[in-house]
């Protein structure tokens, strides 16, 4: 929809600066928030670098924990993209620590949409909000209908944040009128833009690193980050995509197959990378005994399987392959390494 404008929140983040370039290429106009106006010009010189016309993209300093700024922000806006939410480098011990920003943010942005008679609304969550907590269950495959036992001891903080934020954006998109869909990724990799890595990709930095010789055998649903943006600006517009979750994956890696991507992309790496797994035996011990581990491990040995047929048949949803992913996530990383 060449000329409308999208509010992209968490404008300067690692999937949010994919989705600004995306909207800018497809001719919107972005009006991106940053917590600081030095943040902000940086991802605008970023985007110029990258091609895109700036001409068409402003900056918005707002807040997750504060109501100030939002009300402006989405003012004169046709589309809400809200991306912004915390996600650690480390897991918080108070397993609320996260509902502030998270849940509460997003709830200043969902009302801020509404007010300023936004069209949709389009939420990054993630499959941390649809496939945790479920341990008991031995339950394998997930859908859009799953959510995640925020009850459960065996749940993260970022998990429990994602969880309640999507339930509380849904329950006010509702009461306000407001049309939204989500987006729920697995972890996201793929070419960085920027100097920042962010956490979402520091996985595949440490194993570059050396710094994981041994992992447990666990593996995660991994998506590139392009797709992840495709799919959200689709959600954008597409008529069947309002009131809808939208798991996106390309697949399970365990630690070693990324390790093995890695090596293939970067040569130099091949000594760095894991070269041996945890035995099952002690990582179930670990996660029996450690709450924290518990909290970020699944089961060893097991593939959860994400159903992405509404995201393949309403978004167009065609994702690369996870390991190109991977490769391409340490193809950019490779200056910070050698």
């Not at 993209?57 to 809400?80: P, Y």
């Not at 392009?226 to 799919?231: F, G, H, I, Q, W």
């Not at 060893?300 to 991977?326: E, K, N, W, Y």
């Amino acid at each position: 929809m060449a000329g409308e404008r999208v509010l992209l929140t968490g404008a300067s983040g690692f999937i949010a600066r994919h989705i600004a370039l995306l909207l800018l290429a497809e001719g919107y106009r972005v009006r991106g928030t940053v917590r600081s106006r030095d943040k902000g010009e940086r991802l605008e010189k970023l985007l110029g670098a990258a091609g895109a016309a700036t001409d068409r993209f402003e900056l918005a300093e707002a807040d997750l924990t504060r109501d100030a700024g939002w009300d402006a922000a989405a003012k004169g806006c046709d589309f809400v993209c809200h991306t912004a939410s915390p996600l650690p480098v480390r897991q918080p011990k108070e397993r609320n620590a996260l509902l502030p920003a998270a849940r509460d943010g997003t709830v200043r942005v969902v009302r801020a949409a509404a007010k300023a008679g936004a069209r949709r609304l389009v939420l990054t969550s993630s499959v941390a909000a649809v496939a945790y907590g479920h341990a008991g269950e031995r339950k394998e495959s997930f859908c859009d209908s799953d959510w995640s036992n925020v009850d459960s001891p065996e749940i993260s903080a970022y998990a429990i944040s994602k969880t309640l934020a999507e339930q509380a954006a849904w329950e006010v998109a509702k009461g306000e009128g407001l049309a939204m869909a989500t987006i729920n990724p697995s972890v996201v990799a793929g070419p960085l833009l920027g100097e920042d890595p962010g956490a979402s990709v520091r996985l595949v930095l440490m194993m570059m690193r050396g710094k994981l010789p041994v992992v447990p055998n666990v593996s995660f649903g991994v998506v590139d980050v392009r797709d992840v943006a495709r799919a959200h600006v689709a959600a954008l517009t597409a008529e069947a995509a309002a009131g809808r979750r939208f798991l996106v994956t390309a697949g399970p890696l365990t630690l070693m197959e990324m390790g093995q991507a890695i090596a293939e992309a970067v040569p130099e790496c091949r000594g760095k990378v894991p070269r041996h797994v945890v035995p099952d035996v002690v990582t179930r011990l670990a996660r029996r005994m450690i709450p924290s581990v518990r909290a970020v491990l699944p089961e060893p040995g097991r593939r959860s399987i994400f159903v992405t047929d509404p995201a393949r048949r309403i978004l167009g949803f065609d994702p690369a392959d996870p390991r190109q992913a991977i490769a391409e996530t340490a193809l950019s990383l490779q200056g910070r390494v050698f």
